[in-house]
């Protein structure tokens, strides 16, 4: 389809030319980009026109980490609002009762600061609730898994019993007996093995619920102005949903989808992710990265710090591999030409996933490998000229760094570490560069909300800025969640900003963002979104 968006205050995320007035389109890409006159000339009679009204016109947002095969699952207890145990216990119960046909309740979205003292959850505190019924509830980082005792009797999770492939039991200090508390959930729940596993059991997570959760994902990151989504933790075995999807015209934006290397990958499996990407490798949907994990989340205090946590000087956390055998494993993968995407949060973690890639490099000689460490979420400033040095981006979610959500995470690592907690401006200073993302369903997927936490380190409501001075300005934070995020992937050929000869990837929002203050960007929705010329999502 043909097309013209006139009357647009366009950003185009070009440096040589900024703003325009007029995008045109032909044959799914850009074919002019000027004011309305000379862009209408360019196209042609005949085209169809969308008057912008004036409001603000950017690339599609490229939201480079985004779950969106496990995404929300519309048949869980959302737990969002629920602040205290009591709250989690009600909103538990209230579901199962309205639900007597489920004999597995799911939660989501289950809080850290909700239980006392901030301790760790039991299974004798979901004693009461549910009766009869399993029940398994996740934390808003799907890091960490909260079972009942019908789920832990269901999985056979009991005293001298062996673990289970979607995590690792915590045990009583002094009973040895385990307590209802499973750790590791994102290395080995979202595993090959351990999705099978939760797939055999749990109704939530058989095949073609996955499938509805997945099209709800792609749903939603059509009508958010999302016109690529990187999917950053995939076994094998989940691949024919994306290619079900595909065919069946449900994936209306763009997919790029990182396979997941857990400990004990193997020789075979690296073969066989090989075939998977030269299989899977079109404009619509391609296969390639590879995701590990260094560390774990602060919040459990599992991340791995160079320094005690504050609040518990008996750990610093611990890294999932030895850093030499960390190091190893990313010169292979570097060396058989994968890109990696790293987990890493904590400082130490950071640390050791570039020292992997500066040992890569060493080993295998520099190439532009475009390693992303995904998270960043506590840097030592030592480690921020690193990044732009080895190549490597940092792939963020500003949303995370909200005060609200961070309260447990500034309480485990004292104030004295605030200071390069996200520090965008810092990373962006010593040259990196960034890839915004939402990290969906572990905060809202909608990019403006991005956009408003990047530039103000503040709650929703405006309220306690946090670390104001890692704020970044508007057309920085938008250039992250475009062209970063399209560089970041070897897309900037092709998308992340408004240029001639690129794929015509658009959105048109209801207001100008750059009139006003930050909050404009909350008031502010997605009017259409445009995939390929496509419209795809017009309210």
């Known amino acids: ?78 737990l969002g609002d629920a602040t205290t145990l009591d709250a ?24 850290y600061a909700a239980l006392p ?3 760790r959850p039991t299974a004798e505190d979901l004693d009461g609730v549910a009766p009869g019924r399993a029940v398994m509830v996740f ?44 750790t590791d959930f994102a290395v080995m729940g979202l595993s090959r093995d351990g999705q099978a596993a939760l797939a055999a059991q749990v109704p939530n997570f058989a095949p073609d619920e996955m499938y509805r959760r997945l099209l709800r994902s792609l749903d939603m990151a059509a009508e958010l102005g999302i016109t690529t989504a990187v999917e950053p933790q ?8 994306f290619r079900r999807a595909r065919d069946e015209g449900a994936m209306r934006s763009r997919v790029i989808a990182a396979l997941f290397h857990p400990p004990g990958t193997s020789s075979e499996d690296l073969d066989a992710f090989a075939a998977a990407k030269a299989a899977y490798d079109d404009e619509r949907f391609r296969v390639g990265p590879i995701k590990l994990y260094i560390d774990d989340v602060i919040e459990p205090h599992t991340a791995a710090m160079l320094e005690p946590y504050a609040n518990r000087p008996d750990t610093s956390g611990d890294t999932f591999y030895p850093p030499a055998a960390f190091a190893g494993i990313i010169a292979q993968l570097d060396g058989l030409g994968f890109q990696t995407f790293t987990h890493a949060t904590g400082d130490r973690g950071i640390r050791t996933a570039l020292d992997a890639v500066r040992y890569a490099r060493e080993v295998n000689g520099p190439r532009d490998a475009r390693h992303q460490i995904v998270h960043v979420e506590c840097v030592h400033p030592d480690d921020l000229p690193r990044f732009a040095e080895l190549g490597v981006v940092a792939c963020m979610q500003p949303r995370h760094c909200a005060p609200q959500i961070v309260q447990d995470w500034r309480e485990n690592v004292g104030p004295a570490r605030w200071r390069y907690a996200w520090p965008f401006r810092s990373l962006i200073d010593h040259g990196a ?47 992250a969640a475009t062209l970063g995020s399209a560089y970041a992937n070897f897309a900037e050929d092709d998308r992340g900003s408004i240029e001639t000869g690129k794929l015509a990837d658009l959105v048109v929002l209801s207001r100008d963002v750059f009139a006003g203050e930050p909050g404009v960007l909350l008031e502010t929705s997605v009017d259409t979104t445009i995939v390929g010329g496509d419209v795809v999502y017009r309210r």
């Open 1 to 78: 389809m043909d097309l013209v968006i006139r009357n647009a205050k366009v950003w185009t995320v070009d440096e040589r030319r900024p703003t325009a007035q007029a995008v045109g389109v032909r044959e799914g890409r850009i074919a002019a980009v000027g004011d309305d006159r000379e862009v209408r000339d360019a196209v042609g009679t005949g085209a169809e026109e969308l008057d912008a009204g004036g409001n603000t016109v950017l690339p599609g947002f490229i939201d480079a980490h985004n779950h969106l095969r496990t995404g929300a699952d519309a048949d869980a207890v959302q």
């Open 88 to 111: 989690v216990r009600v909103a538990i119960d209230r579901y199962a009762t309205e639900h007597p046909e489920r004999e597995w309740i799911v939660a989501e979205g289950w809080s």
């Open 117 to 119: 003292d901030r301790r």
């Open 139 to 182: 934390s808003y980082d799907v890091h960490n898994v909260w079972l009942n005792r019908e789920a832990m009797r269901r999985f056979g999770i009991g005293a001298g019993a062996a673990g289970v492939s979607f995590g690792h039991p915590v045990l009583d200090a002094d009973t040895g007996d385990p307590t209802g508390f499973v």
């Open 234 to 241: 995939n076994s094998l075995d989940d691949l024919p949903l």
């Open 433 to 479: 560069t960034l890839a915004f993302s939402s990290d969906w369903n572990v905060a809202e997927m909608d990019p403006l909300v991005w956009l408003f936490t990047a530039r103000t380190r503040a709650n929703l409501d405006g309220s306690e800025a946090w670390t104001p001075e890692e704020t970044i300005d508007l057309p920085t934070a938008i250039r």
